[in-house]
């Protein structure tokens, strides 16, 4: 996933709330959002009210080892930029209203403690991270690019700096650096307050298992509510409050503290309803119990967008992901058999593989599944074979064909960090977490050579050179991309579907270009078609003509089959697509930009228009607003928890005076939770359902969304007209045509409307390239013709509008009004 | 009832794990690291020669060579680790002695890579560091030294360096981060470029630091055997939480 293409995530989070041990923690200057960071190199962002109510948020994805510190980065509160670091040294500088990664560095030593602090140099107000750690200085950072400025060293037997503290001083600054370098932490006036809350808080509250110690901090709001806070974070992913009432330091509160509050993770994944979705919950849910069956391993085949699915039990299920994911996310018809007892040959169901063997998947990564169709002359055997490590550390290659396990390479000591192979040489290379690395024989099990105490630097060369070698497979189709994650290794996966959009366009265009009837691409061509056969024209627009004509006919029947409400007929078609689906004879393409249609659009904004998306696109609802994320730079990223609702209804709730149900708010619960997304998700409706209006069969009902193209016709009634039930635009396919691309144009309208303004306010880069994404989009959809007419059109007004964009910022405006206009006229 | 036994044995047997075992293994590891780290500060006799010229120069050096200072500083956080769960403490879960583990470990594999992997670095880098500042009287502006650990190696490379004309006709080109720099290489430095004309470099074994490798291996594997025996109850019981 390159960072320049327009790439939206999805998530399925399941039922089980990420592990979130957590290691530092950090309350906002307005105390509306507490952040903690875990041992697993994830940070949560929590909301809080003013009534000290709190639930998750979002997640932030992007480090690689445990977050050592939290600190603000911004002295503003519109700006709320915040600072983490890492064990492994790394640097993040992190936007907490969208979750977007704003800065990222790496250095070879881990921080330990930041402070934000902030000076005035004449005018020009300067802003500096003040770092300590491993390592024998205080680094000093800029807050904005995270350089290193300048390092302060003692010349005395300079030694690891365990916690500094600032002292403003109001004579010099000169008096920070002794204070910096005193080495012990300078607490003054809180230091007995908190000692006194900590006796109290351990008597009272600590009534479940802990795995390791839990952090506690202290913080005071600096503006209203003038909250004095004692938050505690411990790892089982709970956060607790509590409020410390004004009485002066030195006297002892004379009663104990009860926590104004607290919650988990869980709990709060617990407390949704629905349950947040797992990708193949479908499937796992058993009828005797109540929770699924755990996913510890899975891996997605592109090529043939299929999902691989390891399950706790030993059992490896194949599914469709697409398919599976609608289940999940969508109302629809499958609907009744959302979280139901997995019966096999139910949409979405899947093969079972490898029951038997328990080590399988058990906590283990199955790391990639050797390719089903490799370009390398591999062994036979070797070919359709899936790789699997189980937690005993030993490697298996399971036969997928001989449902066998045909290799298994166990003596090694620590945890297998990586696998490689060199199809050619028949040989596996595999890393383990402290630096060895084994090499074995794929065909004969021979352990070939043994590395230990490698240092890391072989390691990566060892298993680069494996790389080169190992890569097989290039895929053209990646508009879909499902990524399974888990945040610790004992966790059951999560799954995220990573749509490209510029993939999807383009998947969508090939396809259609390769549609056995190209005369049949849109309203405007058929038109023209017909003009040119009026006028008498050349043969050959007769012969197309002619086509057309047949075609018309074959739709007007297959559509009239399509609109027969008889239940046996609607009946016999579930059958025949659960059918279908099992057997995998569905439209990718379609279906992933169905998904995606669905999953973006503005539900609930535009009544008559979720209407006409339901019954004539064939798009389907959500069951409840979709966790989306968003990539940053560097492949960091943020995902929003499903509980996000929680918070959203909270405000909706205060700014409507009423409480809303999760279905009411729907699609505008996603419009509203942060800008960068909306923008991107605006920027992606417009330019696919532009793309979608160019289409043949721009729908997402009736029978192009299989593979199979003929349907044998119904034995009696096919010629006869259906009565009354039809209504008159579906007497021709131009008109239903056009009817469609009108909806799409609506839909697009509606996005361009709502993303005009927001594109004012977030003129970044991002939003740049989003809008040349789509302003090529529109480019390829209105073609060469189109083109020249808008010039033409355009001529006399484009200098003026040019000298207004020359600032960067304004160029995605000027697009996107662009493009509205376009579509009117 | 076969199933239930096995199920009350396999109970009886982790809370044995918890209570005995694993204090057993906190207490030989303990044993090791400390083993490990009184290597770092008390001189140990017998050297003879060259071998005991060197430990005299990581005696005085020691401190101020980075890469032992962070080994010990790890070693030591692991200690603390250890340190805070005595036998008076009863680990209640499984996944509790795990993270302690993995935090030790984290510290360990730190450390050995601390030894194990020099630190690259250009020679600016070098020019400015501590160990060109230890030096009283301070080094002759043509000379650069670096030491560094490497494996259970102390290797001192000594630089002679040759200050380029301002107006010379040969192209100047910085070199950039390495452990050993070849003869050839050039850097500026406040505004003065200079070019290396020689390289020395001298290796010695520090019995010592081998053997505190050696540590570090064994304590590593202690540690992820006791992960590992904690795993096969966990998959007994079939991901239920211990």
């Known amino acids: ?825 | 009832y076969i199933h239930r036994c096995q199920a009350s044995h396999s109970e009886e047997e982790f809370n044995w794990l918890l209570k005995e075992e694993v204090h057993a293994v906190l207490k030989q590891l303990q044993d090791i690291l400390k083993e490990a780290s009184r290597r770092f500060s008390i001189p140990t006799p017998g050297l003879e020669n060259l071998e005991g010229f060197i430990h005299l120069i990581i005696l005085t050096l020691s401190p101020s060579v980075p890469q032992i200072q962070d080994a010990r500083n790890h070693v030591n956080q692991a200690l603390q680790l250890l340190s805070g769960r005595d036998e008076s403490y009863h680990f209640k879960t499984g996944a509790e002695v795990n993270k302690l583990m993995d935090a030790v470990m984290l510290q360990l594999t730190r450390a050995r890579n601390r030894l194990t992997t020099p630190a690259a670095m250009t020679l600016p880098e070098l020019a400015t560091s501590g160990l060109m500042k230890m030096f009283t009287p301070p080094m002759p502006g043509d000379v650069m030294v670096n030491f560094y650990i490497n494996l259970s190696k102390l290797c001192l490379t000594v630089y002679q360096l040759h200050a380029m004309q301002p107006n010379t006709t040969k192209n100047f080109r910085p070199s950039g981060s390495s452990v050993l720099h070849n003869p050839g290489a050039m850097f500026e430095l406040n505004n003065a470029k200079f070019e290396v004309s020689q390289v020395h470099k001298v290796e010695c074994v520090v019995p010592w630091l081998n053997n505190t490798l050696i540590f570090f291996t064994i304590s590593l594997q202690l540690c992820q055997q006791l992960k590992d025996k904690i795993s096969v109850f966990s998959s007994f019981w079939n991901y239920r939480p211990f």
């Open chain 1, 1 to 825: 996933m390159s960072g320049n293409s327009l790439v939206l995530p999805i998530v399925l989070w399941g039922r089980t709330a990420p592990t979130h041990c957590i290691s530092s923690l950090l309350v906002m200057d307005d105390l509306t959002t507490i952040i903690t960071g875990c041992h697993d190199g994830q940070i949560c962002i929590w909301d809080m009210t003013s009534d000290l109510e709190i639930s998750p948020r979002a997640m932030l994805f992007g480090h690689t080892a445990s977050i050592t510190c939290l600190s603000k980065a911004s002295p503003c509160s519109d700006k709320q930029y915040i600072v983490s670091a890492s064990e492994s040294g790394e640097m993040c500088l992190w936007d907490v209203n969208d979750g977007r990664c704003i800065e990222f560095t790496k250095l070879a030593c881990a921080h330990t403690g930041i402070q934000f602090y902030q000076f005035t140099v004449g005018t020009q107000r300067e802003c500096r991270l003040l770092c300590n750690g491993h390592y024998p200085e205080i680094l000093v950072v800029d807050a904005t690019s995270l350089e290193v400025l300048y390092s302060l060293v003692s010349k005395i037997s300079p030694d690891w700096i365990s916690s500094m503290s600032i002292i403003h001083s109001h004579r010099t600054q000169g008096s920070l650096l002794h204070a910096l370098l005193c080495n012990t932490v300078l607490c003054y006036t809180i230091l007995p307050y908190i000692m006194l809350c900590y006796t109290m808080l351990y008597n009272t509250t600590i009534y479940y298992l802990l795995i390791c110690p839990p952090v506690t901090r202290f913080f005071y709001g600096r503006r209203e509510p003038f909250h004095k806070l004692l938050v505690q974070g411990d790892s089982a992913g709970r956060l607790s409050l509590w409020s410390i009432p004004d009485t002066s330091p030195l006297q002892p509160l004379s009663t104990a503290l009860q926590v104004s509050s607290t919650i988990s993770l869980q709990e709060a994944f617990d407390k949704l309803a629905p349950l947040s979705a797992g990708i193949i919950d479908q499937l796992s849910v058993t009828p005797g119990s109540e929770e699924p069956i755990k996913v510890t391993a899975s891996v997605y085949i592109p090529s043939q967008g299929r999902l691989v699915c390891g399950r706790e039990d030993g059992s490896i299920i194949l599914v469709p992901a697409t398919q599976t994911a609608i289940v999940q996310l969508l109302q629809g018809e499958h609907m009744l058999r959302r979280g139901e007892g997995g019966g096999s040959g139910e949409c979405g169901s899947g093969e079972s593989v490898g029951q038997g063997r328990d080590r399988v998947a058990e906590g283990g990564v199955m790391s990639q599944a050797l390719s089903l169709a490799p370009l390398w002359a591999l062994q036979n055997r070797v070919q359709h074979c899936v790789c699997s490590v189980a937690s005993d550390h030993s490697v298996g290659l399971l036969s997928l064909r001989e449902r066998k396990c045909i290799m298994l390479a166990s003596r090694h000591l620590f945890p297998i960090q990586v696998i490689k192979w060199r199809p050619c040489d028949d040989y596996l290379v595999v890393g383990c977490s402290d630096g060895s690395v084994y090499v074995w024989q794929m065909d004969t099990a021979n352990s070939l050579s043994y590395t230990d105490l490698s240092p890391s630097v072989l390691q990566d060369t060892i298993l680069r050179l494996c790389v080169s070698q190992g890569n097989l497979q290039k895929y053209s189709n990646n508009s879909l991309v499902v990524q399974a994650m888990k945040t610790n290794l004992t966790d059951p996966d999560m799954h995220v579907l990573f749509f490209d959009v510029e993939s999807v366009i383009i998947q969508l265009l090939t396809e259609e270009a390769q549609r056995p009837n190209p005369t049949l691409v849109s309203p405007e061509t058929l038109q023209k078609a017909q003009g040119a056969a009026d006028k008498g024209g050349s043969f050959l627009a007769n012969k197309i003509f002619k086509q057309v004509k047949e075609t018309m006919k074959e739709t007007i029947k297959e559509h009239l089959l399509d609109e027969d409400e008889e239940e046996e007929e609607e009946m016999r078609r579930r059958e025949e697509k659960s059918k279908s689906l099992s057997l995998l004879e569905y439209n990718l393409t379609m279906d992933t930009a169905k998904l995606f249609m669905s999953c973006l659009h503005a539900w609930g904004l535009n009544g008559p228009l979720d209407e006409v998306c339901l019954s004539r696109l064939g798009m389907l609802k959500p069951h409840c607003p979709i966790s989306f994320g968003l990539i940053s730079r560097g492949g960091h990223m943020s995902l929003m928890l499903p509980t996000f609702k929680e918070s959203l209804l909270r405000q909706m709730a205060l700014a409507t005076g009423r409480k809303l149900s999760l279905s009411e708010i729907g699609g505008k619960g996603t419009y509203g939770v942060s800008r960068a997304v909306t923008t991107q998700h605006l920027l992606s409706v417009i330019s696919l359902a532009n793309t979608l209006m160019g289409m043949t069969n721009a729908t997402f009902v009736g029978e192009h969304m299989k593979k199979a193209p003929v349907r044998p016709p119904r034995p009696g009634t096919p010629e006869t007209p259906k009565k009354s039930a039809a209504p008159p635009q579906v007497s021709s396919p131009a008109v239903q045509g056009q009817i469609k691309q009108g909806n799409y144009k609506r839909i697009f309208s509606l996005g361009a409307v709502l993303g005009e303004p927001l594109m004012y306010r977030a003129g970044s880069k991002r939003c740049e390239e989003a809008a040349q994404a789509l302003l090529l989009a529109e480019l390829r959809r209105i073609g060469q013709s189109g083109r020249k007419d808008t010039i033409d059109l355009w001529a006399p007004y484009l200098p003026q509008y040019v000298d207004q964009v020359s600032s960067r910022k304004s160029t995605p405006c000027v697009c996107v009004s662009f493009l509205r206009l376009s579509t009117v006229f």
